[in-house]
T-cell receptor, first 114, second 117 residues
Framework: GAVVSQHPSWVICKSGTSVKIECRSL??????MFWYRQFPKQSLMLMAT?????????EQGVEKDKFLINHASLTLSTLTVTSAHPEDSSFYIC??????????FGSGTRLTVV | QQQVKQSPQSLIVQKGGISIINCAYE??????FPWYQQFPGKGPALLIA?????SEKKEGRFTISFNKSAKQFSLHIMDSQPGDSATYFC????????????????FGKGTLLTVNP
């Protein structure tokens, strides 16, 4: 089945630094990828939709300059959290649409900003 | 506006029992209704999904019941096991170009299922 590989699985960074999270589709081409944020015991909140070769579409209230999304190839999308602060600490999850079969999710990245 | 309402928020079931989680939606343009299982620290994994042209779909111990007129769908877990203890999310999505949604999923708030041994 379709697999989305997300790295790193966890990362700790200092306040003010930037962190990049990668999602790769391993055995299929992902034209569209989605990035979510999830707080403890809450649902997934869609941050943005990225389409290969074009600018990402951000959901209302998501700072595009803080959460930079790049989808430069059909198998790789990246989320960069710039100038991270403790309030950016969260669980970030990517997902790719896999045709008519639905969506496949990455395993998530736990970001802790200290 | 919450487009997919999920209940209950939490559920405790004895081993061997039936777990039932319900969802209601508002957007009649939704045409794909998946259920996801999520364990702590992991991404969601697809359990089962249904499209509105059928009223029920069964895969092993998991069954989706779909009521298009009531705009409701539910997940039934038969013979629930302690290993089923996880958070379950219902979701829905629209076809491409339906209001510019570009296939994005709308999630319910989740149900924490605990199956006691």
């Amino acid at each position: 089945g379709a697999v989305v590989s997300q790295h790193p699985s966890w990362v700790i960074c200092k306040s003010g630094t930037s962190v990049k999270i990668e999602c790769r589709s391993l055995d299929f081409q992902a034209t569209t990828m989605f990035w979510y944020r999830q707080f403890p015991k809450q649902s997934l909140m869609l941050m943005a939709t990225s389409n290969e070769g074009s600018k990402a579409t951000y959901e209302q209230g998501v700072e595009k300059d803080k959460f930079l999304i790049n989808h430069a190839s059909l198998t790789l999308s990246t989320l960069t959290v710039t100038s991270a602060h403790p309030e950016d600490s969260s669980f970030y999850i990517c997902s790719a649409r896999t045709g008519s079969n639905g969506y496949t999710f990455g395993s998530g990245t736990r970001l802790t900003v200290v | 506006q919450q487009q997919v309402k999920q209940s209950p928020q939490s559920l405790i079931v004895q081993k061997g029992g039936i777990s039932i989680i319900n969802c209601a939606y508002e957007n009649t343009a939704f045409d794909y209704f998946p259920w996801y299982q999520q364990f702590p620290g992991k991404g969601p994994a697809l359990l089962i999904a249904i499209r509105p042209d059928v009223s029920e779909k069964k895969e092993g111990r998991f069954t989706i019941s779909f009521n298009k007129s009531a705009k409701q769908f539910s997940l039934h877990i038969m013979d629930s096991q302690p290993g089923d203890s996880a958070t379950y999310f219902c979701a829905a999505s629209c076809p491409r170009n339906s209001g510019g949604s570009n296939y994005k999923l709308t999630f319910g708030k989740g149900t924490l299922l605990t199956v006691n041994p």
